[in-house]
């Protein structure tokens, strides 16, 4: 079993910057996949970002392409995810996911089903 803890969510000002983390327990955290999904209220769950177990690879939704950066320490067992200029529309509660990783590609782990473990999400407001 894989346990994942998001943090660092908040309430910022439009244009402003938040740094979310998920701290990963219970499994090697190297043989993983990560992602990260949000989920407006209201709305469905939806695509964000996702890196390699290696971090040598990583794939944007388009909406935040340019805007947020994924990044992980695996010695730390942690993923990242920097996100700057930010909009109202960004907010939403912020999931990490973690998948093992057999072959990595980004059009493949940006669909929520193709993983396994969840955290409980770390909500994010903007305002505007």
């Known amino acids: 079993q894989v346990k994942l803890v998001e943090s660092g969510g908040g309430l910022v000002q439009a244009g402003g910057s938040l740094r979310l983390s998920c701290a990963a327990s219970?499994?090697?955290?190297?043989?993983?996949?990560m992602g990260w999904f949000r989920q407006a209220p209201g709305k469905e769950r939806e695509f964000v970002a996702t890196i390699s177990r290696s971090g040598g690879s990583t794939y944007y939704a388009d909406s935040v392409k340019g805007r947020f950066t994924i990044s992980r320490d695996n010695a730390k067992n942690t993923l990242y995810l920097q996100m700057n200029s930010l909009k109202p529309e960004d907010t939403a509660v912020y999931y990490c996911?973690?998948?093992?990783?057999?072959?990595?590609?980004?059009?493949?782990?940006?669909?929520?089903?193709?993983?396994?473990?969840w955290g409980q999400g770390t909500q994010v407001t903007i305002s505007s």
């Open positions: 996911a973690a998948d093992r990783e057999i072959f990595y590609s980004g059009s493949f782990y940006s669909r929520p089903e193709k993983y396994d473990w």
């Open positions: 219970g499994r090697t955290f190297s043989n993983y996949a």
